[in-house]
């Protein structure tokens, strides 16, 4: 009681990030977290443990850097994107600055403003969960960080690219814009990445945790200028990254491993078409969104309904009903085509 009483006023305030794990559940079927539903097999190659580790491991550092078509002075490796959210909340904002976002999307942007104990912003997407640049332009009075998600987490779509830019030119010499492509080796075409070149003030926010399927793993990027990267550098953890974790990255952005990533994301891609194509035929959807991701969102006539039917049979869905606009609405990753069969006969068999 005391103890917590000594916590800081944000931190006592504070809901932590409900994630899948801590949200929890009992079953086989896991399609919570947008993870690749089998694992990738590596064996590991470094074997002394004794000395701390390269804080920045050249051959992840460089085989990102390839992989994404930018030099190694535009990464910075991270526990995580979510590390990465993180770092550039605590690397800009002053204590009386704030960040903007713009729901329904990922959490963790206001979980980790609230942590540092940085003012929220927010403006919520338009209907078809895409940016409101007028109202964004009101309210950048003191905003130093922006974050937008793209493609969008829950929603899965895309922000259109020519709003991104204006948004970038809105904000040039005024904020950091993170763009966050967690999901990008989805929709590749659809990346930021070469607009980093106009741009000192973006920053890109990657994954290793979805079509890498290494959400184990723990490993992340930023991409920006190098000035921008040189800031972050300064205020990361000393060694970040365990001698396990950069040995495993470094094995999944070789060329084979690169290789192989495409093809999980060509299967995943050819599952979710399947089934989409399932939903359509079940009379309790209402809507299924339109989705660049390896995840979809589906609005039932009674989402919890569904939820907790599913939750009941151990097949574990992300439900979003508390998001704004999102009532009913579950978010459902792609598995294998084995479970995705479970998820429908099971929806099937609620009428
Ligand atoms: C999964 C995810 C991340 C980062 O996840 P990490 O596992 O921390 O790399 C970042 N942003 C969004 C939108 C995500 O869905």
């Known amino acids: 009681m005391i103890i917590s009483q000594l916590s800081r006023k944000n931190v006592q305030a504070l809901t932590p990030y409900q994630s899948a794990r801590r949200l929890g559940g009992h079953g086989d079927v896991w399609l919570n977290a947008n993870e690749y539903p089998v694992s990738p097999d590596f064996d590991l190659t470094a074997c002394l443990f004794n000395r701390y580790p390269d804080p920045q491991p050249a051959a992840v550092v460089k085989g990102y850097a390839a992989y994404a078509g930018v030099q190694p002075e535009n990464v910075i490796v991270t526990r995580g994107g979510d590390e990465s959210i993180e770092l550039i909340i605590r690397a800009f904002c002053e204590p009386t600055d704030s960040v903007l976002y713009c729901p329904p999307t990922y959490g963790m942007y206001a979980v980790s403003a609230e942590t540092c104990g940085i003012a929220l912003k927010r403006v919520p997407l338009n209907a078809d969960f895409q940016l409101e640049l007028a109202e964004i332009e009101k309210q950048l009075d003191g905003v130093k960080v922006l974050f937008v998600c793209s493609p969008n987490n829950p929603t899965g779509n895309v922000v259109n690219r020519a709003d991104l830019l204006r948004l970038l030119e809105m904000t040039r010499n005024r904020a950091i814009v993170v763009v966050d492509e967690a999901y990008i080796e989805f929709c590749p075409q659809a990346s930021l990445v070469n607009e980093l070149a ?28 190098a000035e921008l990267i040189g800031v972050l550098q300064k205020v990361i953890a000393p060694y970040p990254l365990p ?20 093809m999980r994301v060509n299967t995943v891609l050819a599952n979710r078409t399947a089934l989409i194509a399932e939903f359509a035929g079940l009379a ?13 969102l589906v609005k039932f006539e009674d989402g919890e309904k569904v939820f907790n039917a599913l939750w009941e049979q151990g097949i574990i869905l992300r439900d979003q009903h508390n998001a704004p606009g999102l009532a009913n609405c579950i978010r459902i990753t792609v598995g294998t085509e084995a479970e995705n069969r479970k998820v429908i006969a099971a929806i099937r068999a609620l009428v």
């Open 198 to 225: 106009h741009f000192p003030h973006l920053a890109i926010i990657r994954t290793l945790s979805k079509a890498f399927a290494l959400a184990g793993l723990r490993c992340g990027f930023t991409l920006a200028n």
């Open 243 to 262: 001698v396990p974790v950069s040995d495993i990255a470094a094995q999944a952005l070789s060329e084979q491993g690169i290789a192989e990533m495409k």
């Open 284 to 296: 309790c959807v209402e809507k299924i969104f339109a989705t660049e991701s390896n995840y979809v």
